[in-house]
């Protein structure tokens, strides 16, 4: 299957300080991404979808200018969080849309980015 | 919007034993399902995943069934291996690729 990284795996951070993380598909271009937060024992939560050479668009209750999303490539997306804080200590996943050798989709996810804000 | 209901929430089952994990979905422009095994820390894995216009679909030792009438979807793992010990993620994606995901299932598989 395709595959989908993630750096850092790991940050820790002071609260007001800002954060990027990176998503690569090494082996495909992806058009499309997505980042998810999972909290622990929860599920994943949609937090944005990230289109190359577009705006990202956000889900419900998610604020765009804390969570900066950049889709500069076809293969790199970054999401900033700025100005942190500890109730955004969370599991950061992202995901990358790949068509494979036909018309249907399938999302493979990045090994997520552990922040933990101090 | 989409809106994935996932039982059971915790599922303990004997090695050998069959383990079925079943999901409920909401809206009827869904047509994508899959499902992801994610083990503590570590990212989801596709592990199998079904399209509307299939009814069943059979990978080994996993299974994964679909009634788009009813809008649910259930996940078999027959034969089940301490290795499957794993918390299960059903979710239900449509035309704008966006997935909602149920809550999960933490599986436990008892040698």
């Known amino acids: 299957g395709a595959v989908v990284s993630q750096h850092p795996s790991w940050v820790i951070c002071k609260s007001g300080t800002s954060v990027k993380i990176e998503c690569r598909s090494l082996?495909?271009?992806?058009?499309?991404m997505f980042w998810y937060r999972q909290f622990p024992k929860q599920s994943l939560m949609l937090m944005a979808t990230?289109?190359?050479?577009?705006?990202?668009t956000y889900e419900q209750g998610v604020e765009k200018d804390k969570f900066l999303i950049n889709h500069a490539s076809l293969t790199l997306s970054t999401l900033t969080v700025t100005s942190a804080h500890p109730e955004d200590s969370s599991f950061y996943i992202c995901?990358?849309?790949?068509w494979g050798s036909g018309t249907q989709e399938t999302q493979y996810f990045g090994p997520g980015t552990r922040l933990l804000v101090l | 919007g989409e809106n994935v209901e996932q039982h059971p929430s915790t599922l303990s089952v004997q090695e050998g034993d069959s383990a079925v994990i079943k999901c409920t979905y909401s809206?009827?422009?869904?047509?994508?399902f899959p499902w992801y095994k994610q083990e503590l820390g570590k990212r989801p894995q596709l592990i199998i995943d079904?399209?509307?216009?299939?009814g069943e679909k059979k990978d080994q030792r996993i299974a994964v069934t679909l009634n788009k009438t009813a809008k649910h979807f259930s996940l078999h793992i027959t034969e089940t291996q301490p290795e499957d010990s794993a918390v299960y993620f059903c979710?239900?994606?449509?035309?704008?690729?966006?997935?909602?995901f149920g809550k999960g299932t933490l599986l436990t598989v008892n040698p």
């Open positions: 995901s990358a849309l790949s």
């Open positions: 809206d009827s422009a869904s047509n994508y």
């Open positions: 079904i399209r509307s216009n299939v």
């Open positions: 979710a239900a994606g449509g035309s704008n690729y966006k997935l909602t």
């Open positions: 082996d495909f271009q992806a058009t499309t």
């Open positions: 990230s289109n190359e050479g577009s705006k990202a």
